[in-house]
């Protein structure tokens, strides 16, 4: 009696089967199926696949009209594909322009400009920003206006500095501008930045003994290395593109860029359409890869202070 009275007032074991524990998890899998999208979420993915399409409309047709004989492109619209793929625009502009000399020089002044714009930016930044000088909102507004000078009031003073110091016709002439106008803008944005960036940091860095050299290189360059990976990319794209200053300072054929060399051949060879088409495609090409390989990077930036 005291056996049974005894084993019947302990309780029973808590256990739950594998068939119960799925019954009490499928509910929660339930919740956590995918939504229907609303109307207005749908409306905004046709925005975004309308703002695709419109972005790649123009590869599209460069794409057709580049391999297209002379013939073909005057009997046939820019929509209409090839009757048979035609690699003589191609190869004219390739041969017959100087081509590789051009892609060269794109590739050197828009690399050296990237570099020499980031670290130039970096020093004046770390200045104004870190350094906290006195008038630093100032400061930071002219180094701003310096990007909304127009390019056109440019032209003379420095044709004539440059032509003075015998640096036409010369890279260098592109890249001392552009490094002076680029890092302008890398200067503006790094300022605000480093102007939060935290004293603690600092501080402790200090009492380590590291010096202001160290603390730039070791401590607040990795923190925004982010940010300069991406200034670097915009750097490199806008350089690569521009026309008006390296039109006025490049003047011979062996320092012409590729927009430059493109707007030769449009002078020369007007009616040329199909090397015009595929000298074109042949030069955004570089800048195409350039941005796949430096994606990760670029996306890794600027989303680097979305996350504590």
């Excluded at 739950?16 to 899998?29: D, E, G, L, N």
């Excluded at 042949?282 to 890794?300: A, C, E, G, V």
Aim: glycine share 4%; charged share 15%.
């Amino acid at each position: 009696m005291t056996t049974s009275a005894g084993s019947a007032a302990l309780p029973a074991p808590a256990s739950t089967p594998y068939k119960s524990y799925k019954a009490k998890q499928r509910p929660t899998r339930e919740k956590t199926k995918k939504r229907p999208k609303t109307p207005m979420e749908w409306i905004l993915l046709a925005i975004v696949v309308l703002g695709a399409l419109i972005i790649v409309f123009p590869i599209v047709l460069l794409l057709i009209n580049a391999f297209k004989s002379p013939a073909d492109y005057a009997t046939s619209g820019p929509l209409d594909l090839p009757q048979a793929l035609s690699f003589e625009g191609i190869r004219t502009f390739w041969a017959e322009n100087n081509f590789p000399r051009a892609l060269w020089n794109s590739i050197f002044i828009s690399s050296v400009v990237a570099v020499l714009a980031v670290i130039l930016s970096v020093f004046n930044s770390f200045a104004i920003g870190i350094g906290r000088v006195k008038g630093r909102s100032w400061i930071v507004l002219i180094f701003l206006m310096a990007n909304l000078v127009p390019q056109e009031m440019l032209f003379d003073p420095l044709f004539k500095l440059y032509d003075d110091l015998g640096l036409l016709s010369n890279p260098w002439s592109v890249i001392i501008t552009f490094v002076v106008i680029q890092s302008a803008f890398g200067t503006y944005l790094l300022s605000s930045l480093l102007g939060t960036f935290p004293k603690e940091i600092l501080e402790a860095a200090a009492v380590d003994g590291a010096t202001r050299w160290r603390s730039l290189r070791s401590v607040i360059v990795p923190v925004i290395k982010p940010t300069l990976s991406v200034l670097m990319v915009f750097f490199f794209i806008w350089t690569w593109n521009e026309f008006l200053l390296p039109l006025a300072f490049l003047n011979t054929s062996d320092s012409l860029t590729v927009p430059l060399l493109l707007e030769q051949l449009n002078g020369e060879r007007q009616t040329d359409t199909t090397t015009l088409i595929a000298g074109t495609l042949i030069s955004i090409i570089p800048t195409i890869i350039f941005f796949l390989i430096f994606q990760r990077t670029l996306t890794r930036g600027i989303t680097a202070g979305a996350v504590k």
